[in-house]
């Protein structure tokens, strides 16, 4: 049986780890209740500055922005009605640690969300990065994705769904995808000669197709811990 989503009370204590730089809830701010209590955290200090700087006065509910690492986090047990933790597990290097703090710091039937990505998320543009340099396909993969990340979060919450978001790009442009594989080889070195022969390849699939599909993988892992009994 899997879990019933919950409705979320217009009160409640709110977590998120890794906010970068408060997108989620810029783009969300007319759905907040004002009775929502936010936490935001992340590690890097540039991007909570950049959060706080992009929410002030965007909506009603209280906000607390803090540095925050997701393997100690500093709040005390059972603080927490919901835990955010959107496309950021796989920067963490003890996610087993991290997962204990977030299940402590979580009301007895809180709620964890975490979104993460596919194995073949963004597939097609790996395979022409990989044409510009020898490069093995695991180096692009990450460690917490949709198809391992279940077996993870069952050992912390006795409750874990995955809900999948079906997407696609149709790409119709050469150049902003040949721009795109290049900001990802910033640590590979590109030969010249190869990039015009991956330039021409795009070119042509496009002249013949009129559209190149690239495969996007997302989804949300929805994780409870147990009500008391």
């Not at 701010?29 to 991007?47: C, E, H, K, V, Y």
């Not at 599909?213 to 409870?224: P, T, Y």
Request: hydrophobic residues 40%; charged residues 20%.
């Amino acid at each position: 049986m899997g879990i019933t989503l919950p409705r979320l009370p217009k009160k409640l204590d709110l977590l998120e780890l890794g906010c970068g730089q408060g997108q989620l809830w810029s783009a969300n701010a007319d759905r907040i209740p004002s009775g929502w209590n936010l936490t935001l955290t992340d590690f890097s200090q540039g991007m909570l500055a950049a959060a706080k700087n992009n929410l002030t006065g965007k909506f009603d509910s209280p906000s607390h922005f803090e540095i925050v690492d997701a393997q100690a986090i500093p709040y005390p047990d059972a603080t927490f009605d919901v835990v955010f933790a959107h496309f950021m597990l796989y920067h963490i290097p003890d996610r087993p640690k991290a997962y204990g703090h977030i299940r402590r710091v979580l009301r007895p039937g809180g709620w964890f969300f975490t979104a993460a990505l596919g194995w073949d998320h963004l597939k097609e543009i790996y395979e022409m990065a990989m044409q510009l340099e020898e490069t093995p396909a695991d180096v692009w993969q990450l460690s917490f994705r949709l198809d391992n990340g279940a077996a993870e979060l069952a050992q912390y919450f006795d409750e874990v769904e995955l809900i999948e978001y079906p997407d696609s790009l149709r790409v119709t442009e050469a150049e902003p995808l040949i721009d795109y594989i290049l900001s990802m080889m910033h640590s590979h070195p590109v030969k010249a000669g190869r990039l015009n022969q991956v330039r021409l390849k795009i070119q042509e699939k496009l002249a013949h197709n009129g559209v190149i599909e690239i495969a996007k993988q997302s989804g949300v892992f929805v994780c409870r811990r147990p009500a008391a009994k």
